[in-house]
């Protein structure tokens, strides 16, 4: 009775092996299921790294979604982001509003590399390209800055005109 467990366990060792050699891939990982991720999480992603750079004034939207913004509406973090996913590759669009002053070149390339890399880090997608389309020019922070004020100084009533 002994042997008959140890032929057991030593079929059940042999099974257990066998499975999980069925089931490990070509590099040797064991694989458990699938992943999918949303064109919305990634969008989302991009939206946020995006805005993360300073000299970007804000996402460019559709009419609709401007006017639902005035009405109360969430602002949507995937505003002015287009997704194009094929398989685990990724191409994104993005469609941003510029600070005035800023080198648009320089702008754009640091866009690039925060969007992608974040993207990467993320989601473990590949980023094929990241396309950055100027829509606009704010000229917001110039009209914050202080002005320049054209008042005269006001008079110093601080001495008395003397009179005998």
């Known amino acids: 009775m002994d042997e008959e467990i140890k032929n057991e366990a030593i079929n059940e060792e042999i099974t257990a092996q066998e499975v999980v050699a069925a089931n490990e891939g070509a590099s040797g990982e064991e694989e458990v299921g699938n992943i999918k991720i949303s064109v919305d999480v990634v969008s989302t992603i991009a939206g946020i790294a995006t805005n993360e750079i300073e000299g970007v004034a804000g996402m460019y ?3 609709a979604g ?4 005035m009405l109360g509406a969430k602002k949507s973090p995937s505003k002015g982001v287009k997704v194009d996913l094929n398989g685990k590759s990724a191409t994104i669009d993005l469609y941003i509003v510029v600070d005035y002053g800023v080198r648009i070149p320089e702008l754009a390339w640091e866009v690039q590399e ?6 990467e880090t993320m989601t473990g997608l ?3 390209k990241v396309n950055i389309h100027i829509e606009g020019v704010s000229f917001e922070k110039e009209k914050a800055a202080p002005e320049k004020n054209d008042e005269p ?3 110093d ?5 003397i009179t005998d």
């Open 61 to 63: 939207g559709t009419f």
């Open 66 to 69: 401007g006017i639902a913004e």
């Open 114 to 119: 925060n969007v992608k890399n974040n993207i």
């Open 126 to 128: 590949d980023v094929q």
């Open 153 to 155: 100084a006001p008079e």
């Open 157 to 161: 009533d601080s001495f008395e005109e």
